[in-house]
């Protein structure tokens, strides 16, 4: 693909400016609707109980783990949930501590620090501009302390791929997906620690922030590390902002973000997780990634009338980007491929 020649399906917006979410009714504004390469909108969501969700997730992942953290507040409650896996042992830990909606706060912006603190766990994100400083601590997750310390690098200029979704004036969603943000520290399960290296370790992150229907459903991927002297993420998904004109399908390299715009065709096996998952452009060769899966891991949460439930396979993405000129020959990069469906 020279450049110039890719021919987007359908025009998602740009924006350049800071711009808030909702109007003074906690509707959508529509001059948010877009996708911008830097964190732009202000999530000033309002009212309209019990819809509102929002949420901070990172993976923070290497050939050899995946340490994941994720604050939330669904409206009904808040809490904060941790996982870990060892893709080599299969070693699995996780744990959640809930809260009441509002017992801490979940900033309307992006680059804001965060933090959580319970008998189970306490958890603190500190950024204020620059490297974001990260600390873990659980002392009895499954029988295991889990402890970790660690910096996620910020290289300047580094692009993300932030987004409004629009279903309707009273359903939407702003997410902001950042990846290829190398990780320098450590995570310490029991006795064992893990490394975790610039040059391997990548922190991927899903800010989110939206009014959702009750019921929900979404395929997420994510690849991201080294190609040899490229720095790669590839961020897509489907089935949630199907029809809407938005979709979060993104390559970032070396710190640059190219936006595809398109929906993406995903073919995998619901009845084995361990099947490879192919997912690739339709209207243009710009993608077409396959992976591998190396550890499915299911979740299955019922209270009642909330429910969540899906897999999340990690595993190594092989397959061809095409972007600004250039081809490359993606093997064995590390990431996941997930369905997921929700009753909240």
Same mark, same amino acid.
């Given at each position: 693909?020279?450049?110039?020649?890719?021919?987007?399906?359908?025009?998602?917006?740009?924006?350049?400016?800071?711009?808030?979410?909702?109007?003074?009714?906690?509707?959508?504004?529509? =001059?948010?609707?877009?996708?911008?390469?830097?964190?732009?909108?202000?999530?000033?969501?309002?009212?309209?109980?019990?819809?509102?969700?929002?949420?901070?997730?990172? *993976?923070?992942?290497?050939?050899?783990?995946?340490?994941?953290?994720?604050?939330?507040?669904?409206?009904?409650? !808040?809490?904060?949930?941790?996982?870990?896996?060892?893709?080599?042992?299969?070693?699995?830990?996780?744990?959640?501590?809930?809260?009441?909606?509002?017992?801490?706060?979940?900033?309307?912006? +992006?680059?804001?620090? +965060?933090?959580?603190?319970?008998?189970?766990?306490?958890?603190? !994100?500190?950024?204020?501009?620059?490297?974001?400083?990260?600390?873990?601590?659980?002392?009895?997750?499954?029988?295991?302390?889990?402890?970790?310390?660690?910096?996620? =690098?910020?290289?300047?200029?580094? =692009?993300?791929?932030?987004?409004?979704?629009?279903?309707?004036?009273?359903?939407?969603?702003? *997410?902001?997906?950042?990846?290829?943000?190398?990780?320098?520290?450590?995570?310490?399960?029991?006795?064992?620690?893990?490394?975790?290296?610039?040059?391997?370790?990548? @922190?991927?992150?899903?800010?989110?922030?939206?009014?959702?229907?009750?019921?929900?459903?979404?395929?997420?991927?994510?690849?991201?590390?080294?190609?040899?002297?490229?720095?790669?993420?590839?961020?897509?998904?489907?089935?949630?902002?199907?029809?809407? @004109?938005?979709?979060?399908?993104?390559?970032?390299?070396?710190?640059?973000?190219?936006?595809?715009?398109?929906?993406?065709?995903?073919?995998?096996?619901?009845?084995?997780?361990?099947?490879?998952?192919?997912?690739?452009?339709?209207?243009?060769?710009?993608?077409?990634?396959?992976?591998?899966?190396?550890?499915?891991?299911?979740?299955?949460?019922?209270?009642?009338?909330?429910?969540?439930?899906?897999?999340?396979?990690?595993?190594?993405?092989?397959?061809?980007?095409?972007?600004?000129?250039?081809?490359?020959?993606?093997?064995?990069?590390?990431?996941?491929?997930?369905?997921?469906?929700?009753?909240?």
């Amino acid at each position: 693909m020279a450049r110039g020649d890719y021919v987007p399906h359908y025009f998602e917006r740009e924006l350049t400016e800071p711009v808030l979410l909702c109007d003074e009714q906690g509707r959508l504004n529509p =001059q948010a609707v877009g996708w911008s390469r830097v964190p732009l909108v202000r999530a000033n969501l309002s009212g309209h109980w019990p819809r509102k969700k929002k949420w901070n997730f990172w *993976n923070w992942i290497s050939p050899g783990f995946v340490f994941s953290v994720t604050l939330a507040d669904i409206d009904f409650a !808040q809490f904060c949930a941790v996982s870990f896996i060892d893709f080599e042992t299969r070693r699995n830990l996780g744990g959640m501590a809930m809260k009441r909606s509002g017992s801490f706060p979940m900033p309307e912006e +992006v680059e804001r620090s +965060v933090r959580f603190e319970s008998k189970q766990m306490r958890y603190a !994100q500190i950024n204020e501009g620059g490297d974001i400083q990260v600390s873990f601590d659980a002392p009895d997750l499954k029988g295991q302390e889990v402890k970790a310390e660690f910096i996620i =690098q910020k290289p300047p200029g580094h =692009q993300t791929l932030n987004i409004v979704v629009p279903w309707s004036s009273e359903r939407f969603q702003m *997410n902001s997906k950042h990846n290829t943000l190398p990780v320098e520290g450590y995570v310490r399960v029991g006795e064992r620690r893990y490394e975790m290296r610039p040059e391997e370790c990548h @922190g991927v992150q899903d800010f989110g922030r939206g009014m959702w229907p009750y019921r929900s459903y979404w395929n997420w991927g994510v690849a991201t590390g080294r190609q040899g002297d490229d720095r790669i993420g590839v961020n897509f998904g489907s089935k949630w902002t199907t029809g809407t @004109g938005s979709n979060e399908n993104g390559i970032c390299c070396n710190g640059r973000l190219y936006k595809i715009m398109e929906d993406l065709i995903w073919e995998y096996d619901p009845g084995d997780w361990m099947k490879p998952w192919r997912v690739r452009t339709g209207y243009s060769d710009m993608m077409d990634l396959t992976l591998n899966p190396i550890y499915p891991s299911t979740t299955r949460i019922s209270l009642g009338f909330l429910s969540t439930g899906g897999t999340c396979a990690f595993g190594h993405w092989s397959g061809v980007i095409r972007f600004d000129g250039r081809e490359i020959e993606v093997k064995n990069l590390i990431g996941w491929a997930e369905e997921f469906a929700h009753r909240w």
